[in-house]
T-cell receptor
Framework: RKEVEQDPGPFNVPEGATVAFNCTYS??????FFWYRQDCRKEPKLLMS???SGNEDGRFTAQLNRASQYISLLIRDSKLSDSATYLC???????????FGKGTRLSVIA | EAGVAQSPRYKIIEKRQSVAFWCNPI?????LYWYQQILGQGPKLLIQ????????DSQLPKDRFSAERLKGVDSTLKIQPAKLEDSAVYLC??????????????FGPGTRLTVL
């Protein structure tokens, strides 16, 4: 079983739609959780960290369910500029490497 | 603040040739990582340095890959000899030495390697 699994998509949604991505991780000792965004032919960039209590940043909401080892990302009111690959990422402790899922590709269509 | 620098940005070589990539992390960042990202996959760690020491190289194919960070700042990653399956983007990342759970890693733009 892969350490981090996510649906590769693609998700094709119209502007203004709400879209949700899910991710599961296998290592119950994982301590930190993130969503990274990667544009075509660019490096990954941190979108948001995911905290146990859930957190929101504008149109983006991230949730963590430690019991189910499940992470989600919700994007409301999708914009064309949200088109990218979204990478689910976990880490065992503060200074250890990131473990990435394969990414979920999102295309927002006008 | 300057970001993580990498060079070259692109490299095309033939199989069995050698290639080297260079990374300059963010100033003051003690921890440096090299990741390999194959098309359609997420990045995968190759090696992690803390200052000039290796922390984790368990996934580095040591028969052909080597990396060093001699003075604890810049790092080079070498492949010798290259195989077709080494075609990928090689990403360098750095972070400060803190052990906070959400200590952020910053990525460079990557080197896109094509092996023919």
């Amino acid at each position: 079983r892969k350490e981090v699994e996510q649906d590769p998509g693609p998700f094709n949604v119209p502007e203004g739609a709400t879209v949700a991505f899910n991710c599961t991780y296998s290592n119950s000792a994982s301590q930190s959780f993130f969503w990274y965004r990667q544009d075509c032919r660019k490096e990954p960039k941190l979108l948001m960290s995911v905290y146990s209590s859930g957190n929101e940043d504008g149109r983006f909401t991230a949730q963590l369910n430690r019991a189910s080892q499940y992470i989600s990302l919700l994007i409301r009111d999708s914009k064309l500029s949200d088109s990218a690959t979204y990478l689910c990422v976990v880490r065992n402790s503060g200074n250890t490497p990131l473990v990435f899922g394969k990414g979920t590709r999102l295309s927002v269509i006008a | 603040e300057a970001g993580v620098a990498q060079s070259p940005r692109y490299k095309i070589i033939e199989k069995r040739q050698s290639v080297a990539f260079w990374c300059n992390p963010i100033s003051g960042h003690a921890t440096l990582y090299w990741y390999q990202q194959i098309l359609g996959q997420g990045p995968k760690l190759l090696i992690q340095f803390q200052n000039n020491g290796v922390v984790d190289d368990s996934q580095l194919p040591k028969d052909r890959f080597s990396a060093e960070r001699l003075k604890g700042v810049d790092s080079t990653l070498k492949i010798q000899p290259a195989k077709l399956e080494d075609s990928a983007v090689y990403l360098c990342a750095s972070s400060s030495i803190g052990t906070a759970r959400y200590n952020e890693q910053f990525f460079g733009p990557g080197t896109r390697l094509t092996v023919l």
